[in-house]
């Protein structure tokens, strides 16, 4: 007897809202991040790349592509995006996050976004900027680590583990007093230092080793960093006076990298919790993509939305890891190479001309 023979169903489609034209640029910043025009610059950017070559009529848009990039990087949570009525399963939106994603980290992206000053009147510019904050000059921007809290990998995974016992990726970042990135290093492991991760940068190696940047403008960091003639540090035990007064206006200023630090991860929610994706090279992707955002967001001055103004559960909103109690007592931090002599005698100098209100 002949089996029976089966009757293909017919797939069913969800209906795809039009967000882009049915949501004003309010809704839109509130879900995505970004106003209309700005997520159709975002998705100009990779037309080419994420364009699916086929005609069929339910292919995957570029705009929907991006608008579920974004909504992913906005909550962290990718069963939100298929949730949201853009149409994608939940199949469809992480193969489409990760295509996405890899677009936008492409080096030819990202440098559009990431300029860090070399010319005299750039540095200039950012340096006046910064002297507003606490009258310390000569600053271009302020440098820090912020840990990235990831699953646990399957490889190297006792090199993840950072000093408050977590897996993370351990990232640099420099802001200027505007809060724009001017530099993003996102490709350590959290048990690496920070005083590591600037010496292989090309920070160290190239923009400063080379001598790109004029002479008499900074960095500001904290005391985990060397202090050089390009990055200045505060004393460890200041004396009354002129050092006193330096670590006074240093604190002030550095603070712009901790604010920065905080504007990015409450913008992008996905990098205040757990980024559950793997292998790390995606979620370095997902760190340098939300940078490059967050650029985008400062050149069209998009605020960041206040919490009760975010279009997504509250539960989803993540702890912040950086700042949360110890379960476990701290490990002492691995020992720094003496500071070289040179950079602690310019400081002494730089405080003695610029600090000193007797002369």
């Given at each position: 007897?002949?089996?029976?023979?089966?009757?293909?169903?017919?797939r069913?489609?969800?209906?795809?809202?039009?967000?882009?034209?049915?949501?004003?640029?309010?809704e839109?910043?509130?879900?995505?991040?970004?106003?209309?025009?700005?997520?159709?610059?975002?998705?100009?950017?990779?037309r080419?790349?994420?364009?699916?070559?086929?005609?069929?009529?339910?292919?995957?848009?570029?705009?929907?592509k991006?608008?579920?990039?974004?909504?992913?990087?906005?909550?962290?949570?990718?069963?939100?995006?298929?949730?949201?009525?853009?149409?994608?399963?939940?199949?469809?939106?992480?193969?489409?996050?990760?295509?996405?994603?890899?677009?936008?980290?492409?080096?030819?992206?990202?440098?559009?976004?990431?300029?860090?000053?070399?010319?005299?009147?750039?540095?200039?510019?950012?340096?006046?900027?910064?002297q507003?904050?606490?009258?310390?000059?000569?600053?271009?921007g302020?440098?820090?680590?912020t840990?990235?809290?990831?699953?646990?990998?399957?490889?190297?995974?006792?090199?993840?583990?950072?000093?408050?016992?977590?897996?993370?990726?351990?990232?640099?970042?420099?802001?200027?007093?505007?809060?724009?990135?001017?530099?993003?290093?996102?490709?350590?492991?959290?048990?690496?230092?920070?005083?590591?991760?600037?010496?292989?940068?090309?920070?160290n190696?190239?923009?400063?080793?080379?001598?790109?940047?004029?002479?008499?403008?900074?960095?500001?960091?904290?005391s985990?960093?060397?202090?050089?003639?390009?990055?200045?540090?505060?004393?460890?035990?200041?004396?009354?006076?002129?050092?006193?007064?330096?670590?006074?206006?240093?604190?002030?200023t550095r603070?712009?990298?901790?604010?920065?630090?905080?504007?990015?991860?409450?913008?992008?929610h996905v990098?205040?919790g757990?980024?559950?994706?793997?292998?790390?090279?995606?979620?370095?992707?997902?760190?340098?993509?939300?940078?490059?955002?967050?650029?985008?967001?400062?050149?069209?001055?998009?605020?960041?939305?206040?919490?009760?103004?975010?279009?997504?559960?509250?539960?989803?909103?993540?702890?912040?890891?950086?700042?949360?109690?110890?379960?476990?007592?701290?490990?002492?931090?691995?020992?720094?190479?003496?500071?070289?002599?040179?950079?602690?005698?310019?400081?002494?100098?730089?405080?003695?001309?610029?600090?000193?209100?007797?002369?």
């Amino acid at each position: 007897m002949a089996a029976p023979m089966r009757i293909r169903q017919p797939r069913n489609f969800r209906d795809r809202k039009d967000v882009l034209n049915e949501l004003s640029d309010a809704e839109l910043i509130k879900r995505y991040r970004l106003d209309r025009a700005g997520i159709m610059l975002v998705t100009d950017l990779v037309r080419e790349r994420i364009t699916n070559q086929t005609e069929r009529s339910r292919a995957v848009t570029p705009e929907m592509k991006v608008l579920v990039t974004l909504r992913y990087l906005a909550t962290g949570k990718m069963q939100l995006c298929s949730g949201d009525d853009l149409g994608p399963s939940q199949q469809t939106v992480s193969r489409v996050i990760t295509e996405t994603l890899f677009a936008l980290s492409r080096n030819e992206i990202l440098s559009q976004y990431f300029k860090f000053p070399v010319t005299l009147e750039n540095c200039h510019t950012k340096a006046v900027d910064f002297q507003q904050i606490a009258g310390f000059p000569g600053v271009i921007g302020t440098i820090d680590g912020t840990h990235v809290r990831i699953t646990a990998p399957k490889e190297f995974e006792a090199e993840y583990v950072n000093r408050k016992r977590y897996h993370s990726i351990n990232v640099q970042v420099v802001f200027d007093a505007t809060y724009r990135i001017l530099d993003i290093v996102a490709r350590w492991p959290g048990s690496v230092h920070d005083a590591r991760i600037l010496r292989e940068s090309s920070l160290n190696q190239v923009v400063f080793g080379r001598g790109m940047v004029p002479d008499g403008y900074h960095l500001l960091g904290d005391s985990g960093y060397p202090c050089k003639k390009w990055l200045l540090t505060p004393y460890l035990r200041p004396q009354p006076g002129p050092q006193s007064d330096y670590n006074r206006a240093h604190k002030k200023t550095r603070n712009v990298v901790e604010r920065g630090i905080g504007q990015l991860k409450r913008r992008f929610h996905v990098l205040h919790g757990e980024i559950r994706v793997t292998p790390t090279a995606k979620v370095c992707q997902i760190i340098k993509v939300c940078a490059m955002l967050h650029n985008i967001c400062k050149d069209r001055n998009i605020r960041i939305p206040a919490p009760e103004d975010i279009d997504e559960p509250a539960e989803d909103i993540e702890e912040d890891y950086d700042n949360a109690p110890l379960a476990v007592q701290q490990p002492p931090l691995p020992p720094v190479a003496p500071r070289p002599r040179e950079g602690l005698l310019y400081r002494d100098e730089f405080v003695n001309l610029h600090f000193d209100n007797d002369e």
